[in-house]
């Protein structure tokens, strides 16, 4: 239900519940520092506005009617609330200016997110981030939990119980070092063949992993494990090393392509194609500086 118009003004309601409690017009206008008449003024503005008689005025002083009693007390009900309520936005806000948690999967905290934290902190200074790095289901437990206000993450669609704002394209390649068999093939790869090589592999519960379980099983085959690995970079050092071959996002090697220590090796028929996103929990609004890194995001996704 709205309130009515015009509604009563606080400052005045102060000046009340003051002059209640000291006795007199001018004791009440130093507590606020303003002046007497000013003060009067409000408060005959207040009757005013309210149709009634809330003081008796004399040489000696001021006191309250019956009506400006009960008023005064209604008054004083409204103003603890009132400031209640300033003071729990002004928690809420510095909170807000200080304090940032964030979860992100590998990829995206190796490749995107510093430079998205170094263009938040030449917005918001005064913005303290702390950021969680983990696979692609440590970040959904983590939001799901509310250990974190929002988190990154890459691979298959989020959980039902979160909401989700697409950050970019990603695509996954097959990669070998350059002395490997692949590395020399004039045709793609067929999925059979990959499914008959052993390749490294991160942890269970990786995005990237994920991905590419999915698209073989799309194909009705499945993937072998040489080996798993618990970060991006050490697969790479192995993969160049020639230990094997293995799937990795081409922001992961975009500087090894370049220099030849790694060759990606096409696969006929294979998507591996995906999206990385934000996620955060559908009960909790993000924070002021969640929704300024998250379109910071955005904005970058869509210059790549």
């Not at 001021?62 to 300033?86: K, P, Q």
């Not at 695509?171 to 052993?198: D, K, M, Q, S, Y």
């Not at 370049?258 to 009960?283: H, K, N």
Request: glycine letters at 6%; a neutral charge.
């Amino acid at each position: 239900m709205p309130l009515p118009e015009p509604c009563p003004d606080l400052t005045a309601l102060d000046i009340l519940v003051s002059v209640g409690e000291l006795g007199s017009i001018s004791a009440a206008a130093r507590a606020h520092q303003v002046s007497q008449p000013a003060a009067s003024m409000r408060l005959r503005s207040l009757e005013g506005l309210l149709g009634l008689q809330l003081l008796e005025r004399a040489h000696a002083g001021a006191r309250l009617t019956s009506a400006g009693e009960a008023t005064a007390e209604w008054a004083a009900t409204v103003l603890g609330d009132m400031r209640t309520l300033i003071a729990g936005t002004t928690a809420l806000r510095s909170d807000e200016r200080s304090n940032l948690r964030v979860a992100s999967s590998f990829t995206v905290a190796e490749y995107l997110v510093p430079a998205w934290l170094q263009q938040l902190a030449s917005v918001a200074p005064d913005v303290t981030v702390s950021l969680v790095v983990g696979n692609t289901a440590t970040v959904n437990r983590r939001v799901l939990d509310a250990a974190v206000d929002f988190g990154f993450i890459e691979g298959a669609r989020p959980p039902a119980s979160v909401r989700s704002r697409d950050i970019v394209d990603d695509e996954l390649v097959i990669v070998v070092g350059n002395r490997h068999p692949w590395a020399r093939r004039r045709h793609p790869l067929t999925p059979t063949e990959l499914a008959a090589a052993p390749i490294l592999l991160r942890e269970q519960g990786s995005g990237t992993r994920d991905t590419l379980t999915a698209a073989m099983a799309d194909q009705g085959l499945s993937v072998q494990t040489l080996m798993e690995l618990g970060s991006t970079t050490a697969i790479k050092s192995a993969v160049a090393a020639g230990t094997g071959p293995s799937v990795l996002s081409r922001l992961a090697v975009e500087s090894e392509l370049e220099t030849g220590q790694l060759v990606t090796v096409p696969v006929a028929g294979l998507r591996l194609d995906r999206t990385l996103r934000a996620i955060w929990r559908r009960d909790h609004a993000l924070t002021a500086p969640a929704r300024r890194l998250l379109a910071i995001a955005v904005g970058r996704a869509d210059t790549t």
